[in-house]
């Protein structure tokens, strides 16, 4: 069953790159570990996803507003974040050539000189003990391989530390005479910082009233120590990210509301509730008083896809301290208890956090079929089919006339301006229209017409259904309302 799932995941990731799904970084210089570019369905897709989250957390909810934050920030958000001294994965240092290796690198390079399965197993024990941060059973294992450094040649090892997993970088031009600690920025590890830092910006320009939600969507970078998974874990990725900002103490209700809500989100692109899962957190994040994931069945097995998070009023009381400037609201609603206004106070914060490329490949993991299909000759063929939900589909709708004269394709051209301002259409007249379906298939367009000469008698075509490959004539003043409606 696991290596059919494993099979499975390959299949996936195979299948998006051939239809231009996802393609490996920079591939013609064989690629960058764990850091992936989207083609032309999977930019689409991806949108699409990104749009189905923001019109829902912003367009549908009055007291939720969004921002767009510079993914470079002054570096003291992270020191009052708490991700300098916090965020971090294990490494390890030879005694003999003073080189650091960050832990999974060298076991990964040893793995190298291994036969597959020597490797696999390896590889399955090193996982297992960084899941459980298990440090010292992390340097048993590099001993008890004989794990040598490339440069001294011994195994004289130091104990275990963390990494931290922030990309820095420099900013400006770097004087010599200038300490170079003052020009090092980070590439931000979470969107979240951006929605803090401006939460007082947001409040009054906008003039919110608690509780009161922002949202962001935008890139993340970490420096990920387990990256084998394709997008699942990466080190440049996308997060769409909402805080929720309230009055201390109703933080147990809201955070039960978020829960809900998002899972009730996921269910409405009508993906089975039985493929989800909460996980509640044992061991917290350094911000977090109560967290859980939402769990999604990928082929890989159950894994976090969305995570939510109590914050407390953890972050702007930091950023209040490091950036000495109040981030506090006057709350003039009256408390029952006192018979007087609520006051200043800052407010507590329950945060939903979602990778945009984990959603994706949630998608693409639910959405891919191979459907065996029995012919009349009895023998069978396969056909692969991404079974997208139409909402999010790269292709609404394909035209294809049935042959490329006759007028058939002025006609097509027709449909094809009077919808595509409504939604995205393919024309396409080249090969026989049963290759063409499948080409539609494999990239998850829901609906197909086919312009034929019936057409040109009564101004109808043929649409045909991805799912079901069924057929029914509709007349084309039809077609437009009946796409619409589908993809609502
Ligand atoms: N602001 C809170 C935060 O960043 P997180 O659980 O570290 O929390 C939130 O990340 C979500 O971001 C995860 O549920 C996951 O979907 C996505 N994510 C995190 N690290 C990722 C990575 N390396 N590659 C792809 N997605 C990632």
């Not at 003990?129 to 090892?157: H, M, P, Q, R, V």
């Not at 003039?207 to 120590?225: C, D, H, L, S, Y």
């Not at 490329?357 to 056909?383: H, K, N, W």
């Not at 999010?392 to 002025?410: N, V, Y």
């Amino acid at each position: 069953m696991a290596t059919q799932d494993n099979n499975r995941f390959q299949a996936i990731i195979a299948h998006a790159k051939e239809y231009g799904f996802v393609f490996p970084s920079s591939e013609i210089y064989d690629g960058l570990s764990a850091v992936y570019d989207y083609g032309p369905w999977g930019s689409e897709l991806k949108k699409n996803i990104r749009d189905y989250w923001w019109k829902s957390m912003t367009q549908l909810h009055e007291n939720i507003v969004g921002v767009d934050a510079a993914i470079f920030m002054h570096p003291t958000t992270w020191k009052a974040s708490g991700h300098v001294d916090n965020f971090s994965d294990p490494m390890i240092d030879n005694k003999d050539s003073k080189k650091r290796y960050r832990v999974d690198h060298l076991i990964e390079a040893h793995v190298e000189t291994l036969s597959k399965e020597e490797g696999n197993v390896l590889i399955a024990a090193m996982d297992k003990l960084l899941a459980a941060e298990d440090f010292a059973g992390l340097k048993k294992l590099i001993e008890d391989n004989k794990i040598k450094c490339s440069i001294s040649g011994t195994a004289n090892w130091t104990d275990v530390r963390q990494f931290n997993l922030m990309f820095k970088t420099e900013f400006g031009a770097v004087a010599a005479e200038v300490n170079e600690d003052e020009n090092i920025v980070y590439l931000r590890p979470e969107t979240a910082q951006g929605i803090f830092v401006n939460f007082l910006n947001v409040q009054k320009t906008a003039r919110m009233k608690v509780p009161f939600g922002i949202a962001q969507t935008g890139k993340a970078f970490r420096n990920e120590i387990v990256a084998r998974q394709f997008i699942f874990r990466m080190r440049e990725f996308e997060q769409m990210e909402m805080q929720f900002f309230i009055r201390p103490g109703t933080e147990g209700d809201w955070y039960k509301y978020w829960k809900e809500a998002r899972l009730q989100w996921h269910l409405s692109l009508g993906i089975p509730a039985e493929k989800y899962r909460y996980h509640d957190h044992v061991k917290l994040a350094h911000y977090a008083k109560e967290a859980c994931d939402i769990e999604f069945e990928f082929p890989i097995g159950f894994k976090e896809v969305e995570g939510i998070h109590s914050r407390s009023d953890y972050d702007l009381s930091q950023h209040q301290v490091y950036s000495k400037k109040k981030l506090q609201y006057f709350d003039n609603d009256i408390d029952e208890t006192t018979g007087k206004p609520y006051g200043n106070y800052v407010p507590y914060v329950i945060e939903t956090s979602i990778g945009l490329d984990r959603m994706f490949l949630l998608i693409l993991s639910q959405a891919y079929d191979e459907e065996v299909i029995p012919r009349e000759d009895g023998a069978a063929e396969t056909r692969t089919v991404l079974r997208i939900p139409a909402k999010l589909a790269p292709i609404k709708l394909a035209i294809l006339p049935l042959t490329k004269k006759d007028g058939l394709p002025e006609i097509a051209r027709a449909i094809m301006n009077d919808c595509r301002e409504d939604f995205y259409c393919f024309y396409e007249e080249k090969d026989a229209i049963g290759k063409r379906y499948r080409r539609m298939d494999a990239i998850g367009t829901p609906f197909c017409i086919t312009v034929d000469h019936q057409t040109k008698e009564d101004q109808t075509v043929t649409i045909r259904y991805r799912d079901t490959m069924q057929q029914e004539r509709i007349a084309i003043s039809d077609l437009r309302a009946l796409v619409k409606e589908k993809i609502r």
